[in-house]
């Protein structure tokens, strides 16, 4: 697959869901450095509504449910491989 390809997909929507999970997944463990669990699912969820905003009154698309509840699921995910992985 020819790089530019991809990422024109990205960009126009082709693959805009599984970067939205993928981002919030990984975003999650990345605030789990710095903070709790429960910090790190605001945050994420808060730089997602974000992302939707910037999307409506920035780039003058439309704020995107779908990709709102994308996001959740890569947040529960990311829960539940924590929960999962983590020591007691």
Do not use: C
Not at 45 to 68: A, H, N, P, Q, V
């Amino acid at each position: 697959m020819n790089i530019t390809k991809f990422l024109h997909g990205i960009y126009y929507g082709v693959y805009e869901k599984y970067v939205h999970f993928g981002v919030a997944f990984l975003l999650f463990f990345l605030f789990l450095i710095f903070t709790t669990w429960q910090i790190a699912v605001v945050l994420v969820l808060t730089l997602s509504i974000g992302k939707e905003l910037y999307d409506k009154y920035i780039r003058k698309t439309r704020f995107d449910l779908y990709d709102l509840g994308v996001d959740i699921l890569g947040i529960l995910s990311a829960i539940l491989v924590y929960f999962i992985t983590k020591r007691p």
